[in-house]
């Protein structure tokens, strides 16, 4: 059973950091592009990041480019969100999701971890 | 990057009904769109890929068509369960793009 259990959420002062980390099982995780994707209190999905498998590809949305880092450990069956200047308007739960690869939807989600920017 | 209209941003109405919800892309995506369910509190759940395939598990009173840029999701008889948000998600190319939801309640 494929499985992803998102880590790593909090409050957080704006302007500081904190990493996410979304733990994967139950496939070769190694063999699949990921995604991370937030939603805000009361709001829609907005997709963040992505991360190729061997993480030779990466992308970023206009709101956290500069700010945020995916990465990921292929050997830890892990991916990471590094986020640093955090903004009030970062505040959502974010979701790590798979990709199933080219041209595929996001079968697999995990249950989501809440970041919090607030003074 | 691709932008996606759904409407309309709310819907009301009763077990039974045959509900369709649209969405729009600002150019065009062939057929690379999903559908997903999203309850509070929960993940959001993939309900139709490729505009029209149905995912596995999903009852088949949810069906989607469409291509290029205006997509529907259509539910033929409403059930309580399926009272929820809705999303439509572009992935012909990244950025990825979502709809801004449309939420479902019951009248």
């Known amino acids: 059973e494929v499985q992803l259990v998102e880590s790593g959420g909090g409050l957080v002062q704006p302007g500081g950091s904190l990493r996410l980390s979304c733990a994967a099982s139950?496939?070769?995780?190694?063999?699949?592009?990921m995604n991370w994707v937030r939603q805000a209190p009361g709001k829609g999905l907005e997709w963040v990041s992505y991360?190729?498998?061997?993480?030779?590809?990466?992308y970023y949305a206009d709101s956290v480019k500069g700010r945020f880092t995916i990465s990921r450990d292929n050997a830890k069956n892990s991916l990471y969100l590094q986020m640093n200047s955090l903004r009030a308007e970062d505040t959502a739960v974010y979701y790590c999701?798979?990709?199933?690869?080219?041209?595929?939807?996001?079968?697999?989600w995990g249950q989501g971890t809440l970041v919090t920017v607030s003074s | 990057d691709i932008q996606m209209t759904q409407s309309p941003s709310t819907l009301s109405a009763s077990v039974g009904d045959r509900v369709t919800i649209t969405c729009r892309a600002s150019q065009s995506i062939s057929s690379w769109l999903a559908w997903y369910q999203q309850k509070p509190g929960k993940a959001p759940k993939l309900l139709i890929y490729?505009?029209?395939s149905l995912e596995s598990g999903v009852p088949s009173r949810f069906s989607g068509s469409g291509s290029g840029t205006e997509f529907t999701l259509t539910i033929s008889s409403l059930q309580p369960d399926d009272f929820a948000t809705y999303y439509c998600?572009?992935?012909?190319?990244?950025?990825?793009?979502f709809g801004q939801g449309t939420k479902l309640e019951i009248k």
């Open positions: 998600q572009q992935y012909n190319s990244y950025p990825v793009a």
């Open positions: 999701a798979r990709d199933d690869g080219s041209y595929s939807p996001n079968r697999y």
């Open positions: 490729k505009a029209s």
């Open positions: 139950g496939f070769t995780f190694s063999s699949y592009s």
């Open positions: 991360i190729s498998s061997s993480s030779s590809t990466i």
